[in-house]
């Protein structure tokens, strides 16, 4: 099976200037998403998908551009379906927000694809029901994206580690079981970048694959913690060399026993790092 280019960083932007939306694509994300949803007041919502329409005609790279939509079973998620349906240019990814069923996702497919737009589908976890349907959630989508804000809402919590380590859990168990992307939230206490460095560190303990942010100070941080490491590449290939020159067992290597289950990892490390390359670091930076 062959391994899901994952992006790393997602950089938010609102649909609400094209010079902001384009400004955007200079910072090193691996994947842009213009925001239609809730960083856009619903009076604004319309002109929004203008500028949205005239930013993936100017994307440098529209397969690495995600749109964020509206909930479905809104007229402004239908607007914004008609839109990504009639554009001439396609995004690489849609993220759905307030999903409660994994129906809702095969619903957008189907929609998008008699447009013969065949996006990834990224879903924001955000409801009790995606907490709770999570498993099915997670097989019909390619990714999934932690919502913290409206979750912590509906629960009548703070935005706490402590608060969302169920659906961080329950989210890292469902990706690693399908083969899904898995994306933190944003942090939204920008004036601390210790806070952001201890999630990034703590969700990657958890196995997620990505963080989003919606300020391009924070790309640094979390493609240096998140991006694969050339190093760490390079120790999982002499892993894997170590248990196949055993037969596929027992080996030592550096000191350390490594074994079926550490080649295991060790191939996912491997297939994952060159997926990303292939798709995500073909642009500048530190790639």
Not at 15 to 20: E, G, N, W
Not at 38 to 49: F, G, L, N, Q, T
């Amino acid at each position: 099976m062959t391994a899901r280019a994952i992006p790393r960083s997602i950089l938010y932007t609102p649909a609400l200037s094209l010079d902001r939306v384009v400004k955007a694509w200079s910072y090193d994300a691996d994947v842009h998403l213009i925001d239609l949803e809730d960083s856009v007041p619903a009076a604004e919502k319309a002109a929004a998908r203008v500028v949205c329409r005239a930013a993936l005609e100017k994307a440098p790279d529209p397969a690495n551009v995600a749109v964020r939509v509206n909930e479905l079973g809104t007229m402004a998620a239908v607007h914004d379906l008609v839109l990504l349906g009639e554009s001439a240019v396609a995004p690489g990814f849609i993220v759905m927000t307030m999903v409660r069923s994994a129906v809702e996702v095969t619903l957008l497919r189907a929609t998008l694809a008699e447009a013969g737009k065949h996006p990834e589908v990224y879903v924001t976890v955000e409801t009790v029901e995606a907490i709770t349907d999570i498993g099915a959630i997670a097989a019909a989508a390619d990714g999934l994206v932690l919502g913290s804000a409206d979750l912590a809402a509906t629960l009548g919590i703070e935005i706490t580690w402590a608060g969302m380590l169920a659906a961080r859990h329950a989210m890292a168990l469902a990706c690693a079981r399908h083969g899904t992307a898995c994306v933190d939230t944003a942090n939204f206490r920008l004036a601390e970048p210790d806070v952001l460095a201890e999630e990034i560190a703590r969700v990657r303990e958890l196995g997620f694959h990505g963080k989003a942010t919606v300020h391009p100070t924070e790309l640094a941080a979390i493609n240096g913690a998140l991006r694969p490491d050339p190093d760490g590449l390079r120790l999982a290939r002499r892993v894997t060399g170590a248990v196949q020159a055993a037969d596929g067992g027992i080996a030592v290597l550096d000191g350390n026993m490594v074994g079926p289950p550490f080649a295991r990892m060790a191939r996912a490390t491997v297939a994952l790092g060159d997926a990303w390359t292939a798709r995500f670091g073909t642009r500048g930076g530190t790639r």
